[in-house]
């Protein structure tokens, strides 16, 4: 079992920046990928970014790239997602996700949610 546990979310002016983490704890050894998932008001949960935990090949959605940057550091366990001019169309519950293999639809482990809202 792998407990995630998200921070770093919060209230933001459009324009600024958020740094999200995930801290993994129990069996991290069998992390082969991690990745941020967010859901926003009456939408549906979409993927935003994941990473490869062992050699850190990067995928993103398209419609994040170039202001979302996904990272890991190994040795602390806990992935990264770093967000550049935020819009108030970011504000959505962030989620971690990691596991054997993190699809653009599922994971193997899921953390409680970190809650990002961008004010205009």
């Known amino acids: 079992q792998v407990h995630l546990v998200e921070s770093g979310g919060g209230l933001v002016q459009a324009g600024g920046s958020l740094r999200l983490s995930c801290l993994a704890s129990g069996r991290t050894l069998s992390i082969y990928d991690m990745g941020w998932f967010r859901q926003a008001p009456g939408k549906e949960r979409e993927f935003v970014a994941s990473?490869?935990?062992?050699?850190?090949?990067?995928y993103y959605a398209d419609s994040v790239k170039g202001r979302f940057t996904i990272s890991r550091d190994v040795a602390k366990n806990t992935g990264y997602l770093q967000i550049y001019s935020l819009k108030p169309e970011d504000t959505a519950v962030y989620y971690c996700?990691?596991?054997?293999?993190?699809?653009?639809?599922?994971?193997?482990?899921w953390g409680q949610g970190t809650q990002v809202t961008v004010s205009s």
């Open positions: 990473i490869r935990w062992s050699g850190g090949i990067t």
């Open positions: 996700a990691a596991g054997s293999r993190v699809t653009t639809t599922q994971a193997d482990y």
